[in-house]
């Protein structure tokens, strides 16, 4: 079965231009998270959807970060303007909330992301 | 709001040995679940060992176990026949039911030769 597929796994770009991180989610999967990994702050959770519905974005650094799940099978996360400070790996994750629930995350390899 | 302390941020252990790493967090919930994922230098995150909070019996996978103090909210990871391959940064997180998973700050394992 595949897994979480991301794209890019790997983006440069340059101050000020737009990013946009895919998600795939698992197949049957109705949880989303979006984590980003720094070495100064660890994992940080972004946002989460259940059911397409975003639940919890209180962890959004700022407007420039907006994410939007139109269906149950793709996500996006998107900064307008990236900043130098943005640089970082960007983990989507899914999980099923009911039925075959063990709780765990299942991760995608993650995009490294470098705002130069 | 739930927290996880993982107090060790670099540790070594020899080929063969056994290794401990600790975690400790903190909730006012009485089920949940905890984790340890292991993430080499590849950054896949990769789920080692799981624990549902009501369970009293300790998980076991393989080389892998816990030993987890519900009272005391801790959750340690020993590592048994220590290989080259389980060098990584681990880390222990917390979930409490469809909420978001909280992970601490990791420890980096090095399995020297």
């Known amino acids: 079965d595949a897994g979480v597929i991301q794209s890019p796994r790997h983006e440069v770009t340059e101050m000020g231009q737009e990013v946009t991180l895919r998600c795939k989610p698992i197949s049957g999967h109705n949880s989303l998270f979006w984590y980003r990994q720094t070495m100064m702050r660890g994992l940080e959770l972004l946002i989460y959807?259940?059911?397409?519905?975003?639940?919890?974005d209180s962890g959004m650094p700022e407007d420039r970060f907006s994410a939007k799940m139109p269906n149950a099978s793709f996500s996006t996360l998107k900064i307008q303007p990236s900043e130098p400070r943005d640089s970082a790996v960007y983990f989507c994750?899914?999980?099923?909330?009911?039925?075959?629930?063990?709780?765990?995350?299942?991760f995608g390899e993650g995009s490294r992301l470098t705002v130069l | 709001a739930q927290t996880v302390t993982q107090s060790q941020p670099e540790m070594s252990v020899q080929e063969a040995e056994t290794v401990t790493l600790s975690c400790t967090y903190d909730t006012s919930e009485s089920n949940y679940y905890l984790f340890w994922y292991k993430q080499p230098p590849s950054r896949q995150m990769i789920l080692v060992i799981r624990?549902?909070?009501?369970?009293?019996q300790n998980a076991t996978e393989n080389r892998f176990s816990v030993n987890f103090q519900k009272a005391a909210k801790s959750f340690s990871l020993k590592i048994s026949d220590s290989q080259l391959g389980d060098t990584a940064m681990y880390f222990c997180?917390?979930?409490?039911?469809?909420?978001?998973?909280?992970f601490g700050a990791g420890t980096r394992l090095t399995v020297k030769p």
């Open positions: 624990q549902e909070a009501y369970k009293q």
């Open positions: 997180a917390f979930r409490h039911n469809n909420n978001d998973m909280r």
């Open positions: 994750a899914s999980t099923p909330t009911s039925g075959a629930n063990t709780g765990e995350l299942f």
């Open positions: 959807f259940n059911n397409n519905v975003p639940i919890d």
